[in-house]
Each structure stands twice: as structure tokens, then as C-alpha cells.
């Protein structure tokens, strides 16, 4: 079978191009795993291109910078990277800096405006059209590409994976969104949902695994409505599952809305299909849920959250949370709390609302809880949170558990960091000496934070 990188590039006769110079490249990402599954299409087309790759932008000629519009936050970061890059450029005239994703789609030639030095700018369905971005901008001009496509989901194009220790590999199963949850920028900076071919993606599953990886992940911004052809999201991790029947396969993001039972069952199935779902609820209150227009009630989900149980007995559940919402009163955020404890999550991604231009929510509702009430609320919800993490982490103290070994710990390079099969983050001590990454280890967990389970390994293989 061949290997992922060996299939053909760019199949589309506008996108072929001679390789250019032995130039270097430098790729910086943010946001999502999405964004940085689509930085690994980017490499893998520049490398086509003929490009090389550097880690540092001093010694590049091409600075791409991969961004994300969900939160003010993300922007400013990238507005900070873009000074940066303006000081690089002044020593390096001939270096090229492109904006891409999110960002680069939400404000369009708005950038090229403000930030005098990005020459290129290209939104998530436009990665097939850089190099010929990047040859106009060597003739003189700038160059800018942010038409969102119905059909684009790059399936024929090889990512260049950047993970060094090739243990773990995204795949992008869709790309866009049709749900209008009215605090997202996403359906307006990656447009209508489309599903790649499932042929496409059993084939690259299967590379990877011949290629040595030990854990996919699928990415989609709701996986539940995946449809190809037919074949629905549990069809396709069926597939997935019998194609790599030694990796674990993981996914994300699932939808409270659309979260099928069949999914569950399929979970529960097959022994590589890992009980981890992240199930973002974002708020408590129905009157809130409402105005963000998710589909649903607490009360629904809470429902999911017990066929989750029933199915996958060991299952880790991490959500995302919103506090602060337009027109969130104290009561309705108790809600929130309320609700956090009835569903016992494992681990929760917590984010104070940041009102997007553009956005159904922003049009609409206004932006009315004030920041130190919104900052006060994140830190009750991280308490509570980290409170019940601690609780659920503690339950394991005494068992064991298989742990697929990522990266030695930064903390000690001593130990190595993992994740046991539904999930959760382990510090294995001493495993450095024995263990390398991509290992499964049986670890016996002695201890136990919030955020990550201890333990030491029994049997060194
Ligand atoms: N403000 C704050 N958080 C947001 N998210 C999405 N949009 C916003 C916003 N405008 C959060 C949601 C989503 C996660 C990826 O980011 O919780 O699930
Ligand atoms: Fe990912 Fe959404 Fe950020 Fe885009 S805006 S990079 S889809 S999190």
C-alpha cells in the first residue's frame, strides 16, 4: 500500500507548479487541532513546492502564520507575532510573510491594510492555490485568496507530518460547519460543512498504521453529522477501526444535538476505538442555551451524558464552557455550575465570551456582562472544575492502566507523559530509562493532580 506521502500532489492542472528555489520555510501555528492538521497540508504542498522547512523565522524566506478568529485573545496574539516578523523583515527584505486560517479569512485584505508587512494571504479552502500565491508575490504584487469552497477537503493532498516523535497523527474527516451556535466566528472563517471521501480517509488511516503511528485522531467541527455518500460517522469509525485494528482511534469535536447512539454502540464494539468524547455543552441554562442557539436543554444533555455512561463505562468526558454570555445572570451561570456537577466531566476547556463582528450574537444580543463579573465566573467554573477532576482522578489511585507514552515529562526528563486508553494524561516516573514514545506501558497509578494521573510502570518491555 502506499505510503501517505507518496500519493500525488495537487492533481488539479492550475495547481501544478515547478519547484521553485531550496528555499525555507517557517509554519506557526494556532487555534484548534484542526488549524494544525491544516498546517501539515500547507508543508506538504510547500514541500512539493520544493520548499525546505526551518524551526526558526530569523532564517526563513517564507513565514507562514496559521491563525485563529474564535476569541479577541487569538488575534491580538497574531498582531504581537506579525510586529515580530515586520523586525525580521527589515534585515531580510526578500522574506515573504502569509497570513492563513481563520484570521486571515475573517479580516481579508483588512490585513493587508493594517499589517504592511504581510504580503500573502490565504483563508482555510485556499492552501491548494499558494504556491502560485507565493510566485505573485515574487513578481511584485501582493496576493490574496479567501474564496470558501463547498466541495474543497484537500483528500487528495499528502499532509508532511511535523509531529517529531510520529506517534500521533490528526486527520481532517470534514471541514466547515452548518450549525450557527450564534457566538461563532467558525461557519463564516471555514464555511459549509462538506465530508471527505470515507475511501480517502480508511486509506490514510491504513498508511499511518503501516507507517508505525499508534493513535488518530479525527477531526471535524461536528463529527456527528459526517456523511459520505451514505456512510455515516459510526459507519466511518467502523471502517477506520477494522483498517487499523493496533491504533487507537480517537475523534473530535461531537455535538450534543447530533450524538447518535449508533456512535456509542460502534465505540463499544471495537477495542481501538477509545471511549474519549468531548461533548461541549456551554452553558447550564436553557434561556442561555437558547439564545446561543445549540439545539438543545441541560436537560438533553444530561441525557447524552447518561448514554454515554451506560454504553462506555469507563468513558472520559471534557466539555467547553462559556461563561459570560449576553444576558447571563448569576442564576442562570449557578446553572452552569449546577450542571457540572451532574455530569461529573473529566476535564473542562473553559473560555469568558468574546463578542465576534459579524456573528449572529453579536447582531442581536449585546455584549453586557461586565469583564470582572465574566473573569469571577471563569474562576468559579475552574474550581469547580478542577475539584471534581481531582475527585474522579483520585478513583483510579491502585489500578492500572495502559498508557501509550507521548514525550518525555518537561518538568523531569526523567519521567515521560502519556494518555491511558479513554484518555487521561499520565506522568510515567522513571520510564525514560526504559520507554521510549509510541510504547504501551502497563502503569500502575500511585497518585493523582486535577489535571494528570502518576504512576510507575510494572512490566518494562
Ligand atoms: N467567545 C468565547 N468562547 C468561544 N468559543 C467559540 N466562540 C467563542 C466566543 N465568541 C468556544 C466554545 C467552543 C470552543 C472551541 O471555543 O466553547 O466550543
Ligand atoms: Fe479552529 Fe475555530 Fe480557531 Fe478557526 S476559529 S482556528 S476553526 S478554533
Redesign the pocket.
Known sequence: MALAHERVFGQRADTLVLPIAPYKAYIETYG?QMNFADSELVAGILQHTGYGFTQKPEEADLILINTCA??EHAEEKIWQRLRYFSSIKRSRPHLIVGVLGCMAERLKKKLLEEAPVVDLIAGPDSYRHLPQLIRQVESGTKAIHVLLSREETYADIAPLRLSPTRVSAYISIMRGCNNM?S????PFTRGRERSRAWESIVEEVASLAEEGYKEITLLGQNVDSYNDQGVRFAQLLAKVAAAAPHVWIRFA?SHPKDMQDEVLETIAQYPNLTPYIHL?V?AGSDRVLERMNRGYTAEWYLRRIEAIRQYLPTAVIST???VGFCGETEADFEETLHLMRAAQFDSV?Q??????PG?L?ARRYSDDVPPEVKKERLERVIALAQEISLQRNRLLIGSKQRVLLEKPSRRDPQDMVGRTFPGRTVVVRGASAFARPGDVLSVEITDATSATLIGYASHPN
Open positions: 484548534c474564535i476569541r451556535c457566538f461563532c466566528i467558525v469535536t461541549p456551554q467547553d464552557i462559556i476547556y473560555f469568558m465570551y468574546s463578542e465576534r456573528t450574537a
